[in-house]
């Protein structure tokens, strides 16, 4: 399985981005897709899942401003709106399907003026 990030760049505080997150296999296939997020001298950390379900959940810092949701063939997506400086970080995807699990190589969000 292979999983493609992208859509990550260079943002004034205040804007938005949105992030996509290609798969190889179906998005259908997997029980759980998620963003984390590795921000420079941090642990990477979990930041939203959503299950094969469409069950969603966020980390407390995103809720109400990021937004994650999948389209019904091989992609996903994270909506992320009223960006700030501490959002700046690396965005991984990954997906979950048993006890395997994948990730995807990461695209950089920048946050700055």
């Known amino acids: 399985v292979q999983l493609q990030a992208s859509g990550g760049g260079l943002v004034q505080p205040g804007g938005s981005l949105r992030l996509s997150c290609a798969a190889s296999?179906?998005?259908?296939?997997?029980?759980?897709l998620a963003w984390y997020r590795q921000a420079p001298g941090k642990q990477r950390e979990f930041v939203a899942r959503?299950?094969?379900?469409?069950?969603t959940d966020y980390i407390a810092s995103v809720k109400g401003r990021f937004t994650i949701s999948k389209d019904i063939r091989y992609t996903m997506y994270l909506l992320m709106n009223t960006l700030s400086p501490e959002d700046t970080a690396v965005y991984y995807c990954?997906?979950?399907?048993?006890?395997?699990?994948?990730w995807g190589q990461g695209t950089q969000v920048t946050v700055s003026s």
């Open positions: 296999q179906k998005i259908s296939s997997f029980t759980v």
């Open positions: 959503i299950t094969a379900g469409g069950s």
């Open positions: 990954n997906a979950k399907r048993g006890t395997a699990e994948y």
